[in-house]
């Protein structure tokens, strides 16, 4: 670690040299020693400092910017030299889309902790793809599982390995509750009770309409697909849901299903590593759990 870099940071960060001190836990004078000395270096001036203030000049707040992404790749690298030593490690972290996360991924981990009794319990975070690319992003987790149709990506591996489909919901009280399909014209006039914006199904859905010129003019959003199925079984609305997510319901019996003719909505639960990640060999167990049973669709092909 570069304690001059750290210091000035925490300058930047505080605006005074007494309170970066104590933050520290040096003297004043260490503080003050070290941004000379990096003053010097650069034969510029970072701070403007009186009496009364400190700020930041213009090179200070570039070299500020820099030297928190320095510090951070410091703090990276000691975390991955020591997982990649086994000094020190933390339980794989496993971030998850909703519909994957709460209705298929506990019994693929818990087939991942039968089968080796070694494996730790992973953390497993269950946020809409959105939030779950952003998180491998800033490396708070090491696995992601999405269900958007995400192609690609400059910094991710993204992995299709299994296939779901998207039925329409109703109440056992509505009118279309007998049939098994029907053509989506007659569903114009429903109000729709969809995911929220970012929800990797949100996203599919809204695809689907927009390639079918579907435009309904009553949508509500909610961020829970179970509050979606009670709301529906409520007869408040209709909606597009993943089959895996009404299992339960289907068997008893307290919703019904639909599927628009000639026209299947289907999508792929992806898995997302860091294109770069020391963690790769804790990640590959589970990733043989995910597609130990299912068709791994390694050379799917999006389009363009």
């Known amino acids: 670690m570069d304690y001059h870099l750290l210091t000035f940071v925490t300058v930047a960060e505080k605006l005074n040299f007494t309170r970066a001190a104590e933050s520290l836990h040096i003297t004043q004078s260490a503080v003050t020693l070290s941004i000379k000395a990096l003053e010097k270096k650069y034969n510029v001036t970072f701070l403007d400092r009186t009496n009364k203030y400190v700020r930041l ?26 997982h990649l030593s086994e000094t020190k490690s933390r339980p794989l972290s496993i971030g998850s889309s909703f519909t994957f996360g709460e209705y298929l991924l506990p019994k693929v981990i818990a087939d991942y902790i039968k089968k080796d009794k070694k494996h730790d319990n992973p953390m497993i975070s269950i946020r809409n793809s959105n939030r779950i690319i952003d998180q491998l992003l800033h490396g708070e987790i090491d696995l992601g599982i999405i269900d958007s149709h995400l192609k690609h990506h400059p910094h991710l591996s993204i992995t299709p390995f299994k296939e779901d489909e998207l039925v329409i919901i109703v109440s056992k009280n509505h009118r279309f509750a007998s049939l098994s399909s029907i053509e989506l014209k007659y569903l114009y006039d429903e109000t729709w009770i969809l995911r929220e914006e970012g929800s990797g199904t949100r996203e599919v859905v809204n695809q689907f309409f927009q390639n079918q010129n579907f435009d309904p003019p009553s949508v509500r959003s909610f961020g829970s697909t179970q509050i979606i199925k009670e709301s529906v079984e409520a007869d408040l609305g209709i909606s597009i849901v993943s089959k895996y997510a009404v299992q339960k319901e289907m068997f008893m019996d307290t919703l019904s299903i639909l599927r628009i003719k000639n026209v299947p909505i289907i999508r792929y639960f992806s898995f997302i590593v860091p294109e770069f990640s020391f963690k790769q060999h804790a990640v590959s167990p589970l990733i043989t759990e995910l597609t130990k049973e299912i068709k791994l669709y390694q050379n799917l092909s999006y389009g363009e």
Request: no cysteine; net charge positive.
């Open 57 to 82: 000049t213009k090179a200070g707040e570039l070299f500020y910017f820099h030297a928190k992404k320095i510090l951070s790749e410091y703090k990276e690298v000691n975390n991955l030299i020591g």
